[in-house]
């Protein structure tokens, strides 16, 4: 096969930008739910202790920082969930927790988008959550941070201001998960690879966005996410 013989134009592959300069090719989204003790609460649930859990975001779920993104359609309840973000610079399969944060090239600040009402209406009724989470451009993520300049951070606060108002924060110390043993029980599911992304869950405060909301998001000692809500579209 080549290019040629492809019937219709093959879509840009997403890449994500790195402070500083370059920019890294996509590979998965992964997300953990349910990472932090607060937030769990708030979602009416507890966090599992006997291994984190997943979903996942199509690739073409990425949007980068800075952009106005339309109020997607099929929800009536559309939320923040500001994020720390791992970025992984190389892959492996049943890595050891004691070596899974080499394989991290860097980090940065996200949000996981969620249309709530479809989220909970699915967990409800014991259906996947894709509707409510792989949504289009649901993945906000800023900059990355490598973490051969920043180092890999272990504590620091983490905000995310909606019209300049505080409405998440709390310290990236606080995830129950770490993000050494999210690499290492997410290498026991899959064959991880060089530009597959973490999302490690968000902590208390999650809450409906409107069109018009200005979203900045902030890790200390990591980087910044902003997003504007634009009108209602596709
Ligand atoms: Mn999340």
């Known amino acids: 096969m080549s290019d040629s013989d492809l019937l219709f134009p093959a879509p840009g592959w997403p890449t994500l930008a790195v402070a500083g300069g370059g920019r890294i090719p996509l590979g998965r989204i992964f997300c953990v739910g349910r990472n932090y003790e607060a937030h769990a609460a708030e979602m ?15 690739p073409h779920a990425l949007a980068g920082s800075g952009l106005t993104l339309p109020y997607p359609p099929g929800t009536r309840n559309y939320h923040h969930e500001i994020e720390l973000v791992v970025v992984l610079g190389a892959g492996g399969t049943g890595v050891a927790a004691a070596d899974a944060e080499a394989l991290a090239f860097g980090y940065g600040a996200g949000l996981d988008m969620t249309r709530r009402d479809l989220q909970q209406d699915a967990r409800a009724k014991g259906r996947p959550w894709d509707t409510g989470k792989d949504v289009e451009r649901s993945a906000v993520i800023g900059p990355i941070a490598p973490s ?36 290492a029980a997410l290498s026991g599911l899959y064959t991880l690879r060089a530009g597959d992304v973490i999302m490690t869950g968000t902590p208390a405060g999650v809450g409906p966005v409107r069109p018009g909301d200005r979203l900045e998001g ?17």
């Not at 924060?169 to 606080?174: S, V």
């Not at 504007?228 to 596709?234: D, L």
């Open 44 to 58: 009416g649930t507890a966090v599992d202790r006997e291994a984190p859990f997943w979903f996942t975001k199509s």
């Open 148 to 183: 051969s300049r920043s180092g890999h951070p272990r504590r620091g606060r983490i905000v995310l201001r909606v019209n300049g108002e505080v409405r998440q924060q709390a310290d990236i110390a606080d995830l129950v998960w770490k993000v050494p043993e999210l690499i």
């Open 218 to 234: 902030e890790i200390e000692g990591v980087g910044s996410v902003s997003l504007v809500i634009g009108p209602p579209g596709g």
